[in-house]
């Protein structure tokens, strides 16, 4: 019989026809961001890659932008969906200037409504495929800060996404310490960019360094990481493994 | 006369240009207790005269914490005040949720502004009767604004608003130019002497005004009335307030507790007995 049976509402995001209008799983995606305080400001690194499953299809896709006066957003994960975060951080910052006040939101601000943009959006079971990195400089406070698809975010002296948190992480736990100068800050991130060249099958040999500071945002034009594959090790790789069969 | 003409409702202008419901609105809060504030680089002070319809009732609220950074002092139909502090709360605590820092005062009060300049467009709705004394502190330093039911808005370094304001105001003009560099407690002492310069005459004691403070490291709190009073008697205004409480003491002391005062002072006012 037809008992009054819960029904979704026409625009539920719950039930099987509703899946063609939320993120199940992301399609052109970026791989790890890294990112340091140093002496200055905030350095972050991402390469240009954009991968289509496993195929490395676009190699130019920048994966950090500016974000009004005083912040650095660098994302991994879906790129249409990190397109998306930028258009609502750009209404973001346009009503802001609008306001014309002198008052301008600054990282710590940015990094709290992308928290709870991401938290949301993953309650109504429709995420921002998206691990996001946003640092960044004002009045001489710096910030650092990473939120997750699913809204898990802190702030910290150095921040990674992805594969970053397993091999990049590690090494700046070791290496990093306050007031680094910009070369070492560079040399730090290239060397766990390196780490994540060799060991991601995601990344690729095309990257990016961008640096925040109190005067503003500079990114680096598009470079490669010199690489040496010829490690005894290497060459030979299965030389001492144990069969299996 | 023309005046009369005009002003049955608020989007009615009359011919030379004025809007009398936004005036009346005005009036309201000219007619209201006083209120004053003044503000240094780094402290802004709220005060108001706390009348109580009788001996009986309690005081009516006057001053309202908006967030640990904003406070705000009215004068006029004081429902109407709450209502708008509870919205500016509201305003606050979203912004703090969501920015997790405060909302720079300015922005609150432009906010509070557009609120007030809607009902002076709207055929079914009435201005607010109310001014707000709004206190601040943000990124730029301490901010001092008031919001009149016209919807408009102005920042002031001192400003007095309600009954008897004038007077303030005068006290206030005198000594402005001091104020940005006064330090928090002789501002708070130029609070208390502005309010006491709309008393005019009367008594000043802690119990009929009502201070605020809020400062770079000092939250937005109303100090309590303990406080107030010490600061009113390093004036020394209050030597006529020692007058009656010194006679009955001395009868007291005969006894030797204070508690007897009721039973000592019977002097002649025993009740008839019938």
């Known amino acids: 019989m037809n008992f009054m049976a819960s029904k979704q509402p026409e625009n539920s995001l719950l039930g099987p026809e509703a899946d063609s209008q939320r993120t199940l799983y992301p399609y052109v995606t970026g791989t790890s961001v890294v990112a340091l305080k140093y002496k200055d400001g905030i350095l972050m690194a991402a390469d240009m890659g954009g991968s289509y499953g496993s195929t490395l299809r676009y190699k130019s896709v920048e994966r950090m932008k500016p974000i009004g006066k005083h912040s650095l957003l660098g994302a991994s994960g879906e790129i249409s969906d990190f397109q998306e975060i930028l258009h609502y951080l750009d209404e973001l910052i346009l009503y802001d200037n609008m306001w014309d006040d002198g008052n301008s939101l600054g990282p710590k601000e940015v990094h709290n409504y992308l928290t709870r943009v991401m938290y949301n959006r993953r309650n109504k079971f429709n995420p921002l495929w998206n691990s996001l990195v946003l640092g960044g400089v004002k009045n001489g406070q710096k910030y650092l800060g990473t939120v997750s698809m699913i809204g898990v975010n802190f702030e910290d002296n150095h921040v990674a996404t992805g594969f970053g948190n397993h091999l990049a992480r590690p090494i700046l736990r070791q290496e990093w310490h306050e007031n680094l100068s910009f070369e070492d800050g560079v040399r730090l991130l290239e060397k766990c960019m390196r780490v994540l060249l060799y060991r991601d099958r995601s990344a690729i040999n095309k990257l990016q360094i961008a640096k925040i500071t109190e005067e503003g945002m500079t990114i680096s034009q598009p470079y490669s990481l010199k690489t040496y594959w010829e490690f005894s090790a290497f060459a030979n790789p299965a030389q001492g493994a144990v069969g299996s069969w | 006369m023309f005046r009369n003409q005009y002003d049955t409702d608020v989007t009615t202008w009359s011919p030379a240009g004025r809007l009398f419901q936004v005036e009346y609105a005005m009036e309201a809060v ?6 004053i504030g003044l503000r240094s680089k780094t402290h802004v002070v709220l005060g108001c005269v706390n009348k109580a319809n009788s001996e009986l009732s309690s005081h009516q609220k006057k001053i309202f914490k908006v967030d640990d950074h904003i406070g705000v002092a009215i004068a006029g139909l004081t429902a109407d005040g709450r209502v708008l502090s509870r919205y500016m709360r509201n305003e606050c605590i979203n912004y703090s949720f969501t920015y997790e820092s405060p909302l720079p005062v300015g922005r609150l009060v432009v906010q509070l502004a557009d609120k007030a300049q809607v009902c002076t467009q709207r055929s079914w709705k009435r201005p607010y009767g109310v001014g707000l004394l709004v206190a601040g502190l943000d990124e730029s330093g301490a901010h001092l604004y008031y919001n009149c039911p016209s919807g408009n808005y102005f920042e002031y370094q001192a400003f007095a608003i309600g009954s008897r304001s004038q007077a303030a105001k005068t006290y206030l003009e005198r000594r402005f130019e001091n104020f940005t560099d006064s330090s928090r407690d002789d501002l708070v002492k130029d609070a208390i002497m502005a309010i006491r310069e709309t008393l005019q005459g009367e008594t000043l004691k802690s119990s009929i005004c009502t201070i605020a403070v809020v400062g770079v490291g000092e939250p937005f ?54």
């Open chain 2, 30 to 35: 000219k007619q209201g207790s006083a209120a």
């Open chain 2, 221 to 274: 709190h109303i100090l309590d009335q303990g406080t107030v009073q010490q600061i009113i008697d390093t004036f020394e205004i209050v030597a006529e307030q020692e007058g009656p409480d010194a006679a009955i003491g001395q009868e007291a002391a005969a006894e030797g507790a204070a508690a007897d005062q009721g039973g000592s002072t019977d002097e002649g006012v025993a009740p008839m007995e019938s």
